[in-house]
Nanobody, 123 residues
Framework: QVQLVESGGGLVQPGGSLRLSCAVSGFSFYYYTVGWFRQAPGKEREGVSC??????RAFYVDSVKGRFTISRDKSTVYLQMSNLKPEDTAVYYCARSRSSSSGSLDPAQYNYWGQGTQVTVSS
């Protein structure tokens, strides 16, 4: 059974940092892309970052380049978020791609999702 479980969200002041974790199980981790997405109230879900396996290449949406870093270990994908801004406030989800080696930030290319974790950036 494919499972993705996010953790690490919370309330942080502008300029602060958070690290999100996505624990994955039930599939061969090194043969799929795992991505982070976010959805703010009233907005569509957008791709933030993904890491393509097995080569480990990372992809980012322009708005987070230089501030967010995606990484992985044996069974967890991390999203280190720094210099957070109020516009980063959203529910963050991790997801597994439909096919191997996609490297895509399009939510339609993902078919397994976690339950989400809230990130709020506010003073």
């Amino acid at each position: 059974q494919v499972q993705l479980v996010e953790s690490g969200g919370g309330l942080v002041q502008p300029g602060g940092s958070l690290r999100l974790s996505c624990a994955v199980s039930g599939f061969s981790f090194y043969y799929y892309t795992v991505g982070w997405f976010r959805q703010a109230p009233g907005k569509e879900r957008e791709g933030v970052s993904c890491i393509r396996n097995p080569d480990g290449r990372a992809f980012y949406v322009d708005s987070v380049k230089g501030r967010f870093t995606i990484s992985r270990d044996k069974s967890t994908v991390y999203l280190q978020m720094s210099n957070l801004k109020p516009e980063d406030t959203a529910v963050y989800y991790c997801a597994r791609s439909r096919s191997s080696s996609s490297g895509s930030l399009d939510p339609a290319q993902y078919n397994y999702w976690g339950q989400g974790t809230q990130v709020t950036v506010s003073s």
